[in-house]
């Protein structure tokens, strides 16, 4: 897919709108985790070197249509003047005289940064009127945002109707770049890694995969659907009741397929999640009655780094047990840090598998860790998005 590139615009003395997504948590008005910042910093420094004025919007959180200060991006614009050491402004607001009047203040090199996107209902109904008012702010538009590339909000989508001069960031382009290596002529054999606790949200995703996959290896709620779904015993391990039935569909696809399938050959389990639960480990692929899986075993450990030492090319998207608990991590943990060491090609989807990775200590031995959990996986699904499509090249 090819999506028009920044490095093939003039944005001297050009006013630049740079969607960005820069929904990254904050507590008590400190940023606790700045990946999503950090990963537009090249795009941002790119546009910079060119002579942009630079107009930079994002959204952040839920806040549901209305102006709420606990959303507000200020402690952004703070952050991203420490990491480019260069003076960034706020507004606070997105469209309006003050805003516009900041805008034709800017000079080439210099940002401003807009108020949260969603404290306007319009943004995230996609409204022409409200993208009209954007599109006014600026005389080139770019993408960077690839988080929110699945919605066709405004800021996203509408306005690329109302500027001429639109492209993709650096991120954008690296993220349908690993997504693309995936689903076009991936190195053989393609492992796919499912754990997590969403299976209802990624069996599409997993559908569109079992045509280009060899190997599929399960953990979290989504093996233990897996698990029900061969009607053998869970115990009281979490699942995803609606999902079985597809469960069983798929598993009849992937034996058609001749694919080599997996679910763990041992759990840990509980009788309690707790921190000060006292875990065993099942001799057996399956879970006792009144007890609960919480992540993989050591035989299971065992079994998938084997089938990730096989394999050359990886995508992993859901921890392998409640990663989140010190004493259920180690299968997550394990499975990480077998990727991390692995010469596949390697993408790592979801928000919580990109946590663990952090955790383990090797995001960066992997070749590349998606910004957006939901957008990659409806990448994979579709193998496009409404805010990539309308970046492409005729
Ligand atoms: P991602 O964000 O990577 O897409 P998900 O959001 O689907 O992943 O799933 C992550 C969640 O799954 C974690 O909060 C984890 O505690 C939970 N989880 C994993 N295994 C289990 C399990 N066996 N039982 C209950 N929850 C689990
Ligand atoms: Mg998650």
Redesign the pocket.
């Known amino acids: 897919m090819k999506i028009y590139s920044i490095t093939e615009k003039n944005y001297k003395d050009k006013k630049v709108f740079l969607r960005v997504d820069f929904n990254v948590p904050i507590k008590n008005g400190i940023i606790t985790d700045d990946t999503r910042i950090v990963a537009t910093i090249p795009t941002i420094n790119y546009l910079l070197s060119q002579g942009a004025r630079l107009i930079i919007a994002s959204h952040l959180g839920r806040p549901e249509g209305k102006p709420s200060p606990e959303f507000s991006l200020k402690p952004v614009a703070a952050r991203l003047f420490e990491i480019l050491k260069k003076e960034v402004k706020f507004v606070p607001d997105c469209i309006g005289d003050e805003v516009k009047k900041m805008v034709d203040a800017l000079k080439d090199g210099e940002i401003l940064l807009l108020e949260n996107l969603r404290f306007h209902p319009e943004e995230e109904k996609g409204d022409e009127y409200f993208a009209k008012e954007l599109a006014s702010l600026c005389d080139a538009y770019v993408n960077d945002a690839f988080g929110t590339c699945h919605r066709k909000h405004a800021s996203v989508y509408t306005i690329t109707k109302f500027v001429n001069d639109i492209a993709g960031g650096f991120l954008i382009e690296k993220e349908v770049s690993a997504l693309s290596k995936l689903l076009t002529n991936p190195e053989r054999p393609f492992l796919l890694i499912l ?4 299976v209802i949200d ?1 069996i599409n995703m997993v559908k569109n995969l079992l045509d280009k996959v060899d190997t599929i290896i399960t ?3 989504m093996a ?1 659907t897996f698990i029900k779904a061969k009607n053998w015993e869970i115990g009281d ?2 699942i995803e009741e609606e999902a079985v039935p597809v469960a069983r569909e798929i598993i009849k696809e992937i034996n058609k397929r001749h694919l080599e399938f997996h679910t763990p050959l041992d759990h840990v389990i509980v009788q309690r999640v707790s921190e000060d639960a006292t875990p065993i480990v099942t001799e057996r692929g399956t879970v006792p009655h009144g007890w609960i ?3 993989i075993g050591p035989q299971a450990i065992e079994e998938y780094t084997d089938c990730i030492n096989r394999a050359k090319t990886i995508f992993w ?8 608990i010190e004493k259920f991590a180690k299968g997550t943990i394990e499975i990480a840090k077998a990727i991390a060491n692995s010469n596949a090609f390697s993408v790592i ?6 946590a663990a990775v952090q955790k383990a200590d090797v995001a960066d031995k992997i070749s590349h860790i998606c910004t957006g ?1 939901g957008a990659s996986l409806e990448f994979l699904e579709k193998g496009n998005l409404p805010g990539i499509d309308v970046l492409r090249k005729e």
């Open positions: 754990g997590g606790a969403k990624k953990g979290g709620v233990y391990s979490k899986g919480v992540d998207n859901g921890p392998m047990g409640i990663y989140e989807g979801g928000g919580d598998s990109a959990g």
